[in-house]
């Protein structure tokens, strides 16, 4: 018979060791180890073994286990952030009744030096209490001492307002020990930027996929939002609050407002804390530009608000996140506008007709003087060349005379147009009556003589046949000539 003491049965490995074989595995080890005495206040490495409801068992190379609390670990989103196997460095609380407790953080007693100058060079976190605020930074008792805290090493961010950490406590970690201890300093950002990096890696996974946040409002200046996301800070520009115009922030938001947006972009720097994140709070809904053309139709005639002018045109707002433009040469049919003001004015409730829609360019055209028919398509008609027809003086200009003819249609008369008998003798306001000498209705002119009987329209009473009837009359040159002039005149009136 095979001696069963021997035959390899409790040798045999599985893939994963059992609990009871795990535990007995740790206490061959601890049996081996040699013993170190723990002293309260020694700062210990240990291997987390198990994880309880209210307690992690921490191996530390001794006969007894050590305990530290399960809720050190837990981060602010209520997870928690170690697991069986990880390594941890802890400071000795207690060996009372042969049990060791541990703590992430040493407090309520005085430090020798000794622990302190080691506490400095571990890195390990040490409880503090903010207790006063100086020039420079906090003052703040850390195991039974005074420190001090510079205000840049609170936070990760710039404290605004260093009242707020006054008698609160917070972990901090020992950056210089000098004078026997009486010159202490303290730092709390090598603990928050310790799993600043996990973050951002978080946040980058969740830009990748275009996830909604939602952050707390911290602040609001002229150029966007200050969004707080769980640890670090991003910036919603202006230009990303709204696809409206925004104008007066404040106006719309709150500091402590919870809002949703989208992460644009990360930009990681050196030291973490300096890092980037930009936000959107307009990108969370519908692109009002999507399928623009659907909405604005060219040729339709919609309703819209002037927003702002520019010395080029308006803009009006036309449906939510859109506006458009009136450019100058598209607000009147009569008159040439020097400043869009001229014709409208901001808040001004407008008809426009669209032009057309560029949706890869996110611009639309609109047109003001569309709504109306052009004057000058009917002007042939009204006002036939070699016609005598009563009209308004308006301006005198070094080239002749503008001359109303009705509300909407102006004519030039040259100074050389007029008879010797009848210059010198006209006044602004005066009636008078002119011949119709020529019609130009793709640049909206007309030109006029006074005192000069117009043969001009005894052939036709159209102003293209009246130009080709004087220049087969061989005045060919004497037109150029006068066209340039008459060209001038008009450009300066308008």
């Given at each position: 018979?095979?001696?069963?003491?021997?035959?390899?049965?409790?040798?045999?490995?599985?893939?994963?060791?059992?609990?009871?074989?795990?535990?007995?595995?740790?206490?061959?080890?601890?049996?081996?180890?040699?013993?170190?005495e723990?002293?309260?206040?020694?700062?210990?490495?240990?291997?987390?073994?198990?994880?309880?409801?209210?307690?992690?068992?921490?191996?530390?190379?001794?006969?007894?286990?050590?305990?530290i609390?399960k809720?050190?670990?837990?981060?602010?989103?209520?997870?928690?952030?170690?697991?069986?196997?990880?390594?941890?460095?802890?400071?000795?609380?207690?060996?009372?009744?042969?049990?060791?407790?541990?703590?992430?953080?040493?407090?309520?007693?005085?430090?020798?030096?000794k622990?302190?100058?080691?506490?400095?060079?571990?890195?390990?976190?040490?409880?503090?209490?903010?207790?006063?605020?100086?020039?420079?930074?906090?003052?703040?008792?850390?195991?039974?001492?005074?420190?001090?805290c510079?205000?840049?090493?609170?936070?990760?961010?710039?404290?605004?307002?260093?009242?707020?950490?006054?008698?609160?406590?917070?972990?901090?970690?020992?950056?210089r020990?000098?004078?026997?201890?009486?010159?202490?300093?303290?730092?709390?950002?090598?603990?928050?930027?310790?799993?600043?990096?996990?973050?951002?890696?978080?946040?980058?996974?969740?830009?990748?996929?275009?996830?909604?946040?939602?952050?707390?409002?911290?602040?609001?200046?002229?150029?966007?939002?200050?969004?707080?996301?769980?640890?670090?800070?991003?910036?919603?520009?202006?230009s990303?609050?709204?696809?409206?115009?925004?104008?007066?922030?404040?106006?719309?938001?709150?500091?402590?407002?919870?809002?949703?947006?989208?992460?644009?972009?990360?930009?990681?720097?050196e030291p973490?804390?300096?890092?980037k994140?930009?936000?959107?709070?307009?990108?969370?809904?519908?692109?009002?530009?999507?399928?623009?053309?659907?909405?604005?139709?060219?040729?339709?005639?919609?309703?819209?608000?002037?927003?702002?002018?520019?010395?080029?045109?308006?803009?009006?707002?036309?449906?939510?996140?859109?506006?458009?433009?009136?450019?100058?040469?598209?607000?009147?049919?009569?008159?040439?506008?020097?400043?869009?003001?001229?014709?409208?004015?901001?808040?001004?409730?407008?008809?426009?007709?669209?032009l057309?829609?560029?949706?890869?360019?996110?611009?639309?055209?609109?047109?003001?003087?569309?709504?109306?028919?052009?004057?000058?398509?009917?002007?042939?008609?009204?006002?036939?060349?070699?016609?005598?027809?009563?009209?308004?003086?308006?301006?005198?200009?070094?080239?002749?005379?503008?001359?109303?003819?009705?509300?909407?249609?102006?004519?030039?008369?040259?100074?050389?147009?007029?008879?010797?008998?009848?210059?010198?003798?006209?006044?602004?306001?005066?009636k008078?009556?002119?011949?119709?000498?020529?019609?130009?209705?793709?640049?909206?002119?007309?030109?006029?003589?006074?005192?000069?009987?117009?043969?001009?329209?005894?052939?036709?009473?159209?102003?293209?046949?009246?130009?080709?009837?004087?220049?087969?009359?061989?005045?060919?040159?004497?037109?150029?000539?006068?066209?340039?002039?008459?060209?001038?005149?008009?450009?300066?009136?308008?």
């Amino acid at each position: 018979m095979k001696d069963k003491n021997n035959d390899g049965f409790f040798d045999e490995k599985t893939e994963e060791e059992s609990p009871q074989e795990r535990l007995m595995s740790m206490v061959d080890t601890i049996e081996k180890a040699p013993a170190v005495e723990l002293k309260s206040g020694t700062m210990v490495k240990g291997s987390i073994h198990s994880i309880g409801k209210e307690y992690i068992y921490v191996d530390v190379g001794q006969k007894n286990g050590a305990v530290i609390k399960k809720e050190e670990f837990i981060d602010s989103d209520g997870k928690l952030n170690v697991d069986a196997g990880d390594t941890i460095d802890a400071f000795v609380v207690s060996t009372d009744n042969d049990e060791i407790i541990l703590s992430k953080t040493l407090s309520g007693r005085k430090a020798k030096i000794k622990e302190l100058i080691e506490a400095s060079k571990s890195g390990v976190p040490i409880e503090g209490k903010v207790t006063g605020i100086n020039k420079g930074g906090f003052n703040v008792t850390v195991m039974g001492r005074k420190a001090f805290c510079p205000f840049s090493h609170i936070e990760l961010k710039y404290v605004d307002e260093p009242n707020t950490y006054l008698l609160k406590k917070f972990p901090f970690v020992i950056t210089r020990v000098e004078s026997r201890g009486r010159n202490i300093v303290l730092s709390r950002l090598p603990l928050l930027e310790k799993g600043l990096s996990a973050r951002f890696d978080e946040l980058e996974k969740l830009m990748e996929e275009k996830k909604v946040l939602k952050g707390t409002i911290s602040k609001i200046t002229k150029f966007g939002l200050f969004v707080e996301l769980g640890g670090v800070e991003g910036l919603v520009h202006v230009s990303e609050v709204s696809w409206d115009r925004a104008e007066n922030l404040k106006d719309s938001f709150k500091a402590g407002e919870i809002i949703e947006c989208v992460i644009l972009r990360i930009e990681r720097k050196e030291p973490l804390k300096n890092s980037k994140i930009s936000l959107s709070i307009r990108m969370v809904g519908e692109n009002p530009w999507d399928n623009i053309s659907k909405k604005l139709v060219v040729g339709s005639v919609v309703m819209g608000t002037i927003t702002r002018l520019a010395k080029f045109g308006a803009f009006v707002h036309l449906l939510p996140g859109i506006e458009g433009l009136i450019h100058i040469s598209e607000m009147s049919w009569t008159k040439r506008v020097h400043h869009p003001s001229d014709v409208v004015s901001e808040g001004d409730s407008v008809k426009v007709t669209i032009l057309a829609v560029d949706e890869a360019k996110r611009s639309v055209s609109c047109s003001l003087k569309d709504i109306t028919d052009n004057p000058w398509d009917s002007v042939a008609e009204k006002y036939p060349v070699g016609s005598k027809v009563e009209g308004t003086v308006m301006s005198e200009t070094k080239y002749g005379y503008f001359i109303d003819l009705d509300e909407d249609i102006s004519g030039l008369l040259v100074r050389s147009k007029i008879a010797k008998e009848k210059k010198g003798a006209l006044k602004n306001g005066e009636k008078i009556e002119v011949f119709v000498e020529d019609i130009d209705v793709e640049n909206c002119r007309i030109t006029l003589s006074y005192g000069i009987e117009s043969s001009a329209g005894k052939d036709t009473g159209s102003g293209k046949k009246g130009t080709a009837a004087r220049k087969r009359q061989g005045l060919q040159k004497s037109s150029s000539e006068f066209g340039e002039l008459l060209k001038a005149a008009f450009d300066k009136k308008k």
